[in-house]
């Protein structure tokens, strides 16, 4: 059975308006992972023992352990314990709780490049430590991540086509289940991977263009 | 005198792991003066300066800013208290420093570097701080240069954008570290001129510098300080010519002998 190229245009409409779903909750985990890798960074640096050493433990499970197992951690392991969630819920905990950390690692790589002298400036002039994090710091630190939290984007865009497995229905699935309906998986297959590169590839795109603004305007 | 002074420092001391880096330090200055703190490198001025910031938290004494106790301070009862960072916070303004390394915010303008600290600390209108920060910068010769960021400035610039944003929050006290170190030494007289200025307008400066002959032309006072304490201090012309403490007059001569090396051309100005 050959490559139909009508037959990807027909169901490319079915495709995309399933991406609306991974776009959607890609957004609700960027946004989950930049205010829960900021507030993790923010509790780090606040270097007290015990909690940073928890925090490296949770850490090293993430980074360790592969993000499809802590879908199915969160979809099928948490309802034990008493937290039941559905499908999206649990999928987009997941991911984000990933994501967190690898805001919170790149954030705080960045945060040893912010020269120690301004914070003591602000300081100094009696600015008081939240005011520091959100004019001072936080500023500088995001521009500076802009690149990782681009890259960063992309990994979640495709970390939601792993949500099907979980019974989401998104681009993946649908394709999936055109497959098996018309048992043409080459075009579905090349379809859905289609959709996912031009998400990335307009993610990319707009974080260069967001990148060379911020270099303008920064030292 | 018989004024409150602007700044009373008395016993402060501060040991970093077992080492004393200040050594019960008194020191009063009064309003209007400028008072340049001298001695060799590691004698501990720069952290008495932390210290009269809070950056660095002294051990034992206390600071007194305007006849306010900063940091901690003696109840009439005898008993030492501190002061939370909220009250410590409330203070700073009165102190302002200009650092070394200058410390602008790279990421904002040189107007706004001098605003965002009045409107965030003084809860100053926004309005009403732009109009203190341009006017500020106006008159250390920054006009044209406001909307520039700090990369964009030479270092005597950012040297007066971190004066004009230390003055926006209307301090009691400046302190200056090192001003003329970070500088190329054809900009020392341009300092100068700055510190000048300033003591027109009434204000209160305390200047620490290694440079013997930039003390000797800025400062009403000099206090020479060693191994963490104060050894001697008094008008700054008496201090140049005749120095009574033998370290002293060590560092003088030594400081004299290396300038004369270095450029012969500079002499030393103490007939203002």
Request: charged share 20%.
């Amino acid at each position: 059975m050959g490559f139909k190229l009508d037959f990807l245009l027909s169901i490319l409409p079915r495709l995309i308006g399933a991406a609306a779903v991974n776009i959607r909750l890609a957004v609700i985990i960027m946004l989950l992972a930049l205010a829960l890798g900021t507030a993790l960074t923010i509790v780090r640096s606040l270097k007290v023992a015990a909690v940073n050493a928890c925090i490296a433990v949770v850490i090293s499970f993430v980074r360790g352990t592969p993000l499809l197992i802590q879908i199915f951690i969160a979809y099928y392991v948490l309802p034990a314990v008493g937290l039941d969630l559905s499908p999206e819920v649990a999928g987009v905990s997941a991911i984000a709780f990933n994501s967190m950390v690898f805001v919170s690692e790149s954030m705080r790589g960045g945060l040893a490049t912010i020269d120690v002298g301004q914070i003591e400036a602000s300081t100094a002039l009696g600015l008081p430590p939240h005011a520091i994090w959100l004019r001072v710091v936080l500023p500088q630190l995001f521009r500076r991540i802009v690149p990782v939290l681009i890259n960063e984007a992309t990994i979640v865009v495709k970390g939601t086509a792993l949500l099907s497995v979980i019974t989401v229905v998104d681009v993946l699935r649908t394709a999936q289940q055109i497959a098996s309906a018309s048992y043409r998986p080459f075009e579905t297959m090349i379809g859905s991977a289609l959709v996912f590169l031009v998400i990335n590839l307009v993610i990319s795109l707009s974080g260069r263009v967001a990148e060379s603004r911020f270099a303008t305007a920064r030292a | 005198m018989s004024a409150t002074p602007v700044l009373r420092v008395s016993a402060l001391t501060k040991r970093f792991h077992g080492v004393i880096a200040l050594d019960q330090v008194y020191l009063d200055v009064h309003a209007g003066e400028i008072v340049a703190l001298i001695g060799p490198s590691g004698c501990g001025k720069s952290t008495l300066l932390r210290c009269l910031t809070w950056l660095e938290q002294p051990d034992d004494g206390f600071i007194e800013v305007a006849g306010k106790p900063l940091g901690r301070e003696l109840t009439p009862g005898g008993v030492v208290r501190h002061q939370s960072r909220r009250q410590i916070d409330a203070l700073r303004p009165q102190v302002g420093i200009v650092f070394q390394q200058f410390n602008l915010w790279p990421h904002m303008t040189a107007l706004e570097n001098v605003v965002r600290p009045q409107t965030v600390v003084l809860g100053r209108p926004r309005a009403e701080a732009i109009r203190r920060g341009e006017e500020l910068l106006t008159r250390l010769g920054l006009a044209d240069r406001m909307d520039r960021h700090p990369h964009a400035l030479s270092g005597g610039q950012k040297q007066r954008v971190a004066i004009a944003r230390a003055l926006a929050m209307d301090p009691a006290l400046m302190l200056f570290d090192e001003p003329t170190s970070a500088l190329d030494p054809e900009l020392v007289g341009e300092v100068l001129a700055v510190l000048r200025s300033l003591a027109e307008i009434g204000m209160t400066m305390l200047v620490v510098t290694h440079e013997i002959g930039f003390a000797a032309n800025v400062a009403d006072r000099i206090a020479f300080m060693d191994q963490g304490r104060i050894l001697e201090e008094g008008p700054a012309r008496d201090i140049i010519a005749a120095p009574k403490e033998p370290r002293l007059r060590n560092f003088i001569d030594l400081v004299m002998a290396n300038r004369r090396h270095d450029n012969p051309g500079t002499t030393i100005d103490t007939t203002e």
